[in-house]
Structure formats: C-alpha cells, structure tokens
C-alpha cells in the first residue's frame, strides 16, 4: 500500500479545509459539507471556523444558516460535543452518536433522581417530565430553559452533584438534563439564539416546530457508516484510533463502519495504518504540494479536533500549552500546515499572536496579516472562551 508522507497530509489541510486563502470556499454550505460538521460547544466558534475557510464571510451569513434557512442545525452527538451539522447529515448523527449520547443521559438522568431523593418509579418519572416539557412547547413557541421550568414542576426538582462550595458542586435544577437528553434523542432543537452571536443562549422547540418534520435517524450502523463516510472525505488519512475517538464510539463500530464504506488502507509517514475512501486519489497518487499558509482558528476548531493522533501537524511539546488535559484545543495559529502557537486578544479587541516557534519573517508577516483580517472581522467583538489554553491564559494581554 502507499505510503502517504506527513507533507502531503498537511498539503490537503489547505486545500479540503479551505485553510489557504486561495483555497477557501465561496459559502457556508460549500464549507460546511468540506468539514462535516461545526464544533459548538462555544457559539463563537461556529462563525469564526467560517471565518477562516470562507470569503467574504458576515455574520449574518452565518446566522441566516443557523436560524432562517436552517440549513445548519445544532446537535448534541460524537463525544456530548454540541456540533452544527448540515441537515442532510441529521438521520445518521440522530441513529448513531446521538442515540448513544441520549442513552448516557438518560442513565444519568436516573443517578440526579436519586440524588434528588426521587427513588420510586423513576422511568415513570422521567416519562412525565419528557411529556410536561413536549407539551410546554407544543404551541411552537420557542422558550428558554428558564421559561420552561417555569411551565413544568418537574423540570425544578434539584439534586445536589460534587462538593458544595467547590467549582463544579452545589445544588443543580434536573431540568438542563431533562431537556439535554430530549435534543439528543432529537425531540427537542436549539431554535434562535437570544444573546450574541458569541455566546450559547438557546431557546428550545420542538424539532418539528423547527425543522417543519421529524428527521427519521436511520439504523445505528448505517449511521455510524455514513459518519465515517463524510469523516474520511473531510480528514483521511487517519487511523481506527483517530476515527474512534472523533466518534467517541467503539472499535467494533467503527470497524464495521470502515467496512461497510469500503475504506482503503494507506501507509502514514509516523508508522501504522491510516484509511481513505476507495476512491480517494491519495490511496494511488501523491497529494501535490502547496505554497505556505497562514491561519488563525477558534477553540474547538474541527480541523484541530479531527484527530487523535496528532504528530503530523503539532509538536509533541506544544501538547501541554494548546490542549487541555481532554484534548480540547484552544484558539490556534498556523503556519504552513503546523500548530506553531496561539491568538488572543487585548482590551480594545486587537488580535494577537503569540508564537512557540521561531518561524522567519515570512511565516511571522503571513500570520499578522491574518491577525489584522480577524480584528476587522470581529470589529470590537470580544470573544470569550471557555477552553482556553495553558498558552492562552499565560498571554492574555492588558
């Protein structure tokens, strides 16, 4: 089989991932189907991905996507991440990732209860609790969180998780739970965000409300299998630990996944197997070589997130300063194809670079450059992360 060199694997970052300028795409939905799916844990990251890979971008491109068209829909699936799918991609995210993702919630659904010191009858319960909330929303009226608990009794039983007074303990209302677990079984959808465009405020509806039909999920394998599909165009080459922890799934499915695609087998450059599409020029030819590349991306950007293994585009030093201890990755800079350190931002906006390598003038004047694009793309706007990197806090910047 052919051996495909680490060089090749980043030349196909600029071109598939839109990541060079030339090589950028000329809407949302010509990125959006390059990439699979949005990150959206953090809402800004949705619009600044776009950002990076399509021209002429605005914001309200990206919200017309969002909330008029509805051609992008937010769903909880691979990993409990919250990603922007495009609405083809909903059927095999609903049978497969999200399935698996709404019958952990569930579980943990019961695990509140019996904090809550519900202990009786507690399937029963939570079918009240899912019927009350339905109900609550069944005018097409999209309403917050909030607003909800306010209609539902159920939905304000507390439970107590962790240790009071610590960051992650203290008293909780079952609610987020409730109604987290009915939009991943796809019941229930993120309708228009109520604060800017920066930030996860969702009011929440029914998915037929939203989408104008119930998107049937197809069977949990043919999910997974059309996942793996669109995972491969986006990041192949990579390997079954790649796939497997993207899809936060297990080997077994993943195998049948990359079986039922017909995946091709390809040497990689740092040792082991990765795997293309059957049709995927790489499997037989050399991926041809690019000029050098600057990019700025946000936390949780999909082309960082693509891969567990990560050696072809990021030094195994920079781990500890660009991830955290999940491998959550925070705003990123690029040259060239590699990871070669961060951007924040200071009090008037200003973005900036803060570099771990040393890169030559050009690679320094490239990312500048696509610093001062970003600033005049966020006119103002301050984004706020929640993952940020160790790299991150140690530069943030008066």
Known sequence: MRMVTDRERRARLARRHGLAPAHRYPDVAAATQAMTAWHATEAATV?????????????????????????????????????????????????????????????????????????????????????????????????????????????????????????????????????????????????????????????????????????????????????????????????????????GSTKTAVRAALAAVGAAEVGLEGGGTGWVLPDDPIATSPEPETEPWAALLPTLDPTVMGWKERGFYLDAEDVAYLFDSNGNAGNTAWWDGRIVGCWVQDADAMVRVILRHDIGAAGRAALEAEAERLTAWLDGVVITNVYASRQMKDARLP
Do not use: C
Request: net charge neutral; hydrophobic share 45%; aromatic share 10%.
């Open 47 to 247: 619009h600044l991905a776009l950002h990076a890979r399509v021209h002429d971008l605005g914001v309200e491109d990206v919200d017309r996507a969002l909330y008029e068209e509805r051609s992008l829909v937010k769903q909880l699936a691979m990993r409990r991440t919250l990603f922007a799918f495009p609405r083809d991609l909903l059927p095999a995210a609903l049978g497969s990732a999200s399935a698996r993702v709404a019958a952990q919630e569930e579980k943990n659904l019961h695990k509140w209860l019996t904090s809550g010191g519900i202990h009786e009858d507690q399937d029963g319960w939570i079918e009240k609790a899912y019927a009350a909330t339905l109900a609550a929303l069944a005018d097409g009226e999209p309403r917050t969180t909030t607003q909800l608990r306010e209609l539902v009794p159920e939905l304000d039983a507390r439970f107590r998780m962790g240790t009071p007074g610590k960051k992650w303990g203290g008293e909780f209302a079952i609610g987020r739970w409730v109604i987290g677990t009915l939009a991943a079984q796809g019941r229930l959808m993120r309708a228009t965000n109520l604060g800017h465009w920066r930030l996860n405020k969702p009011a929440w509806t029914l998915t037929e409300s939203w989408l104008d039909e119930v998107p049937v999920p197809l069977a949990s394998a043919e999910g997974y299998a059309e996942l793996v599909r669109r995972w491969l165009w986006t990041f192949g080459p990579g390997t079954e630990a790649d796939v497997v922890w993207w899809l």
